[in-house]
């Protein structure tokens, strides 16, 4: 989101928390890297966690992970294919009451 990992987000505690990264123009996203927030206030692994890719006209579902490990990077592609266009990258939970992430990387695939 800003870089570096050692910088978080957390969401206000809320019903199925969400965050949306738009990354401008139309990019051919190879790679999407999350980085999990460490333990705090014995909140620990995200559960019920989606990460979705928008293309403008429809969300491309990358991943629906059981929960999210705190503190590492998790890596999801969102194609068979070599990459899929898109402007934004979405997360979201339903079964946690905060969202939590240090960091949200969309990696870019050479033209």
């Known amino acids: 989101m800003d870089g570096d990992p050692r910088t978080c987000f957390m969401s206000h505690a809320e019903k199925n928390p969400w965050l949306i990264?738009?990354?401008?123009?139309?990019q051919r996203a190879s790679l999407i890297r999350i980085h999990s927030a460490e333990s705090k206030d014995n909140i620990t692994n995200l559960k019920g966690v989606g990460v979705?890719?928008?293309?403008?006209?429809?969300?491309?579902?990358?991943?629906l992970e059981k929960f999210?490990?705190?503190?590492?990077e998790t890596s999801y592609r969102c194609s068979?294919?070599?990459?899929?266009f898109v402007s934004s990258v979405i997360?979201?939970?339903?079964?946690a009451p905060m969202l939590r992430l240090c960091e949200v990387e969309v990696y870019v695939y050479p033209h």
């Open 21 to 26: 990264v738009f990354i401008g123009d139309f």
């Open 52 to 63: 979705s890719a928008d293309n403008r006209s429809q969300y491309v579902k990358c991943a």
């Open 80 to 84: 068979s294919q070599l990459y899929v």
């Open 91 to 95: 997360i979201t939970t339903t079964e």
């Open 68 to 72: 999210l490990i705190d503190d590492r």
